[in-house]
């Protein structure tokens, strides 16, 4: 099995954030149509955004932890962030726990089912709740605005150092986002985001967590897929999707996060699930299915999702009526990528 970057376009989008009461989305009847959008050029599909090999062997469990206890998620806002975009960031994390009153399907949270049915060794289940426990405004760059994977976990321990953040090690996870102006080590190159732990020597502790960067000037055509698309193919090529919340670089990033997310919560230390026999080059659940976001993907297409009257595409529902588009996730059960919006 081989791993694909599906990456399709269909309208042209605009980069410019809305304020938060504007970027929500529209409260009234109309029903979204459904559209499935045009196949790339396959140079397209054999680029890799995110941690993991393309070498894709059966998923397994290797008898690690997952994040089975109720996950609370500590951001480190790193760089400079504008309001409108934290709020977005954080309603997508909030959509996660919930209720259908709040989000209607489909939604993030169903999204999140599928996650929820990796379980360890005694049958836990992922948690289905994820909260937001504590923030941290770095603004300062404490260390500069070119980071490495190591500088990011001294990052972590500045948080935790100045911050009000608890060393959560049974329940935390640690959500570390740069801002558009930050450099990180094989950021747009080899990656738009990754997850993993931190080293006692670093941080004083074993704590699990991701780094998701925002790509929104720096290669929005390489981790903002698909609300960007490389200069070449500005000459005739498809057009770029419409984000929901018309922000390119945030829209772009909430995929990976959720992306992120999903692994960290499966694999929290890189021995519980995934396929492949190398844990330092894993293919997890996200990985699996990276470019698919609704059904008859595969092959170049994300899928059928959904468009709303202004040409804003989106595949789930969050709360205070927000949308997003986020890439579906392999379901054990259905052993096949899987999300809420499937028409079959």
């Known amino acids: ?74 951001i480190i806002w790193y760089g400079k962030w504008a309001q409108p975009q934290k709020l977005l960031i954080k309603d997508f994390l909030l959509s996660i ?7 209607a399907s489909p939604s993030v949270a169903e999204w999140w089912r599928t996650v929820s049915l990796y379980t360890d060794q005694t049958g836990a289940n992922v948690s289905r709740s994820v909260l937001i426990a504590g923030e941290y405004a770095d603004q300062r760059y404490s260390h500069g605005a070119q980071l490495t994977r190591l500088s990011i976990q001294q990052v972590i321990a500045n ?58 000037k720096q290669c929005p055509d390489v981790c903002a897929y ?48 995934y396929a492949g026999e190398d844990p330092t080059a894993p293919t997890e659940i996200g990985d699996l299915c990276e470019g698919l976001y609704g059904t008859g993907g595969g092959g170049g297409y994300i899928g059928q999702v959904m468009r709303d009257r202004e040409g804003r595409t989106f595949n789930l529902n969050g709360r205070r009526k927000r949308k997003f588009l986020v890439q579906w996730i392999w379901n054990p059960t259905l052993k096949a990528c899987a999300g809420p919006n499937a028409l079959d």
């Open 97 to 103: 726990s919930a209720s259908h009153r709040a989000a």
């Open 226 to 273: 698909p609300f960007a698309v490389p200069a070449y193919m500005t000459g005739g090529g498809p057009s770029a999707l419409s984000p929901p919340n018309r922000d390119v670089g945030i829209d772009g990033m909430i995929s990976v996060i959720g992306h992120e997310l999903a692994e960290l919560s499966s694999n929290p230390l890189v021995n519980a699930w």
């Open 159 to 216: 948080a935790v150092r100045v911050a009000p953040f608890p060393v959560d090690h049974k329940n935390g996870i640690y959500l570390i986002l740069t801002s558009e102006d930050v450099a990180v080590q094989d950021f747009c190159r080899a990656v738009c985001g990754f997850h993993y732990f931190t080293f006692p020597s670093m941080v004083g502790y074993t704590l699990p967590y991701a780094w998701v960067g925002n790509s929104g």
């Open 1 to 74: 099995m081989a791993l694909f970057i599906l990456i399709c376009f269909f309208l042209v989008s605009s980069s410019l954030p809305l304020p938060y009461s504007a970027a929500a989305v529209e409260t009234n009847d109309f029903q979204p149509e459904v559209y499935n959008p045009k196949l790339p050029p396959r140079a397209l599909t054999s680029s890799k955004k995110f941690e993991g090999s393309s070498d894709l062997v059966h998923l397994r469990y290797h008898m690690g932890p997952v994040l089975s206890s109720p996950i609370n998620i500590y």
